[in-house]
């Protein structure tokens, strides 16, 4: 069966250089050769990441990493401010829940973005908190938060600081030593180019002493063995290998380019597509729009109609809307390994699948609007 052009904000398109590494044949993973490419996959994070400091490979997807931190960074009675405004944001007070975290929830509408008015506020009113979650970009309603600023606000009050950058990675300038993050949490099969199966995180000096003093209980998520080991190259347990070696490819890849051109790829893309679906007449989701994802508003329930039209037609995969943007929006994926090219194939199979779908009455103005955004965006 002919498969699909994936233009989703996870998994994303692969490139065949990183496909072609994992498909070798297994190392055994108490060996140097492993060793190395574990120890420069950890170096390239620290690249993306901007840190100095530890940097973790899981064996899991992003809410592994996710789950990690929560178990390793906060104790039974802990107090945790949480930012939510859609899917992802809300599975952190998800998982504080379940680890017993008295969890504080400060909520934007959907769409939109925390003000850190609101996030100052919240602190002021809730005296204790000593944990500070938020999502750098909200994959899906295609939000950025201000990271950076939240962290201040969250550092003048004494809390540590975790983000989920799962999908901002690659995609946003993400500065984890400048900006305080104690912990900044990414997964393999978003910005990085890889298949599903791995997530990493990063922890700052004060991170590693909080979990150094007590924590919950843990044992396969040990982020402490998980540290310890890692400074030599080794995993406490069987790592995922084959994509370790494929995540050392994709890295190679982003550091030949150089990350601050991986970014500004990005937000050129992004700018392109936004000015190609405002073109087609479709609103624009976001407030403060993310370069990982565009989430468009078509006319009423036409939402499930275009992801259909567009994959079973155009061989382009685009995702919906989830929980309760379900049928309200499409989202189109432009996080990982997209170029000028690819941008063209997303907006045509759009246009072309309006056009099927009688939602405009003609091709040109997506593609026309997407040309023109980019012959501004390049110098
Ligand atoms: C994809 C994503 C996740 C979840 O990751 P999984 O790999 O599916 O566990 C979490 N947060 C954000 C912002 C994401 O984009």
Known sequence: MKRAKLFTPGPTEVPPEVLETQARPLVHHRSDAFRKAHLEVIEGLRYILRTEGPVVLLASSGTGAMEAAVVNLTRPGDKALVTV???FSERWAEITRTYGVKTVVVEAEWGESVAPEAIERAFEVNPGVSVFFTTHSETSTGVLQDVETLARIAHDHDALVIVDGISSVCAHDVRVDEWGIDCM???A???????PGLSFLSLSPQAVRKMTA???PCYYFDLLAATRTAE??????TPAITLVFALQRALQMIREEGIE???????ANARAVRAAVRALGLGLFASVPSNATTAAVPPPDKAAAIVRTMEERYGVKITGGQGKLKGKI????HLGWYDR?????????LEAALVDLEIVPGLGAGLEALGKAYRQSTP
């Open 85 to 87: 405004n859609g899917k």
């Open 185 to 187: 949490v990414g997964g």
């Open 189 to 195: 099969q978003k910005g990085v180019m890889t298949p």
């Open 214 to 216: 007590g924590r919950h």
């Open 232 to 237: 030599k190259g080794d995993t406490p347990y």
């Open 261 to 267: 051109k991986v970014i500004a790829r990005h937000a």
């Open 330 to 333: 499409i989202r189109l994926g």
């Open 341 to 349: 090219d690819d941008m063209v194939i997303l907006i045509s199979a």
